[in-house]
Each structure stands twice: as structure tokens, then as C-alpha cells.
């Protein structure tokens, strides 16, 4: 299974422009979440969702966008990037019940210029 | 400010040893206790969990110590090995994962 697969990589912006980060999960997991990872910070909560049509503000929304249209993809979209959202960003499922894992994907890498 | 505080931000160890990472939390709300693990170029990985009607919960050379009278946890690994070189992360949540508050992380390096 390939489990929760983010693309890209890497990317690099220049200030103002936008861009969506991809998240899909093979698992059928209602729950998907987006996390930013900072340096002495760990990893903070963006946004969530509970299932398809329903979305949710984590810790730290402000600047970040999201949809969920099918139980699959989870995307999050930075309208007008800003330097202070150069980070990590891992897209996270997971499964039925209270306190199910949850399993991450392999980040995406962005930096704003 | 981070609800759930850890400590020391890293740590080397040598082979064979004993790692301690601690943690302390405030919400006295949060009753699961879940501990990451985290390689380079790779996303964070369950690694053990504890809820707080138990003192200690071990798996393998992987234990939980929980303290629910301080706020704290620990977590210990014993016989540490260059293996287990990686981040780790302790986390705090109530019955939801959209509350779960994580720490700022411990790099773990093992020398062989």
C-alpha cells in the first residue's frame, strides 16, 4: 500500500504567489489533517477533516485554504505565500475509532523567497 | 506558548545505552500519550502510546513512564543502537487527534 503520498518534494516561491500542496491516502481514512513542522516548534495542526464536504481549523489556519471533495485527497492551498509559511508541511490520516495512529506522508518542502 | 514541553532538544548516546526524553503537559484534559518517531526525509511514525491509567506500558526495548500527578512522561529506550538514531516527538490528546498537541522534538543520535 502506498498509504498517504504528498507531492511535491520541494518546491520554492516567491512571495505572493500561490500553489497547492497534494495529499492522497489509499487507506480509506475519513480523518486527514495538514501540519506544519518548525524548528523548536514540532508540528502544529493547520487544518483537518473529519470526511468529504466537512473541514476544520487546526492551530494555526491563518494563510492556508482547504477542500474535501473526496475521502481520498486532501489538498492545501496557500493563496498569497509569505515567507513566514517556509517550512515542512505533512499531510496526516487516519482510521476509525478514538486515538487511531496517525500516519503521515513524507512532507513537503517549501520555501518562500 | 507549546502546551506540552520536551526535553533535552538533543541527545547523543552511545551504543548500548540508555535514552531519556522527557515531557510535561498542562491540559489536564489530554488522557493519550502517544510518542513519535521521526527519520530524515521521512514523516513521524507512531512509535508507543499510553493513556493515563497506567504508570508504564513497554514495548520491547521501547517504555513509557507516566506521571499523572506531575504532568510528565518520559520516554526510554534501553539499549540504545545507531538504529534508532532519528527524531523523537511526545504528543498530548484528548479523545480527538484534532486536538493532539505535539512536543518540539528530540534529535537522538546513537554512537556506535
Known sequence: NAGVTQTPKFQVLKTGQSMTLQCAQDMNHEYMSWYRQDPGMGLRLIHYSVGAGITDQGEVPNGYNVSRSTTEDFPLRLLSAAPSQTSVYFCASSGPGTNSPLHFGNGTRLTVT | ?112
Open chain 2, 1 to 112: 506558548q507549546q502546551q506540552v514541553k520536551q526535553s533535552p532538544q538533543s541527545l547523543i548516546v552511545q551504543k548500548g545505552g540508555i535514552s531519556i526524553i522527557n515531557c510535561a503537559y498542562e491540559n489536564t484534559a489530554f488522557d493519550y500519550f502517544p510518542w513519535y518517531q521521526q527519520f530524515p526525509g521521512k514523516g513521524p511514525a507512531l512509535l508507543i502510546a499510553i493513556r493515563p491509567d497506567v504508570s508504564e506500558k513497554k514495548e520491547g526495548r521501547f517504555t513509557i513512564s507516566f506521571n499523572k500527578s506531575a504532568k510528565q512522561f518520559s520516554l526510554h529506550i534501553m539499549d540504545s543502537q545507531p538504529g534508532d538514531s532519528a527524531t523523537y516527538f511526545c504528543a498530548a490528546s484528548t479523545l480527538n487527534n484534532n486536538d493532539m498537541r505535539f512536543g518540539a522534538g528530540t534529535r537522538l543520535t546513537v554512537k556506535p
